[in-house]
């Protein structure tokens, strides 16, 4: 069964870091894109960063484009999100999500362009 569980999240002071890890399972992760996504109170999910499935493209969203990094590491069937210079406005649930392709998607940043998601963790930016 395919699984997708997020972890690292947490409370952060303003400039703080955080790195977030998505963990997969039962499936062949190698072939697919990797999407995270936030949702903050109030709001609709957004996404923030799309990794391809070989991991040489990334993309970012605008509001997080030279503070977050998206990696993986298909040996360990791991993505993550290195998130630096963090700002109260980073605050909200983080999730990961997956799609069998090649490329990030075209609407990489829109959920209804994945398949299976994760169960979120939530990441904290306060003094």
């Known amino acids: 069964q395919l699984r997708l569980v997020e972890s690292g999240g947490g409370l952060v002071q303003p400039g703080g870091s955080l790195r977030l890890s998505c963990a997969a399972s039962g499936f062949t992760f190698d072939y697919d894109v990797i999407g995270w996504f936030r949702q903050a109170p109030g709001k609709e999910r957004e996404g923030v960063s799309c990794?391809?499935?070989?991991?040489?493209?990334?993309k970012y969203a605008d509001s997080v484009k030279g503070r977050f990094t998206i990696s993986r590491d298909n040996a360990k069937n791991t993505v993550y999100l290195q998130m630096n210079s963090l700002k109260p406005e980073d605050t909200a649930v983080y999730y990961c999500?997956?799609?069998?392709?090649?490329?990030?998607?075209?609407?990489?940043?829109?959920?209804?362009?994945?398949?299976?998601w994760g169960q979120g963790t939530q990441v904290t930016v306060s003094s």
């Open positions: 990794i391809s499935a070989s991991g040489v493209s990334t």
């Open positions: 999500a997956e799609v069998r392709r090649s490329g990030c998607p075209t609407d990489w940043g829109l959920a209804y362009e994945y398949n299976y």
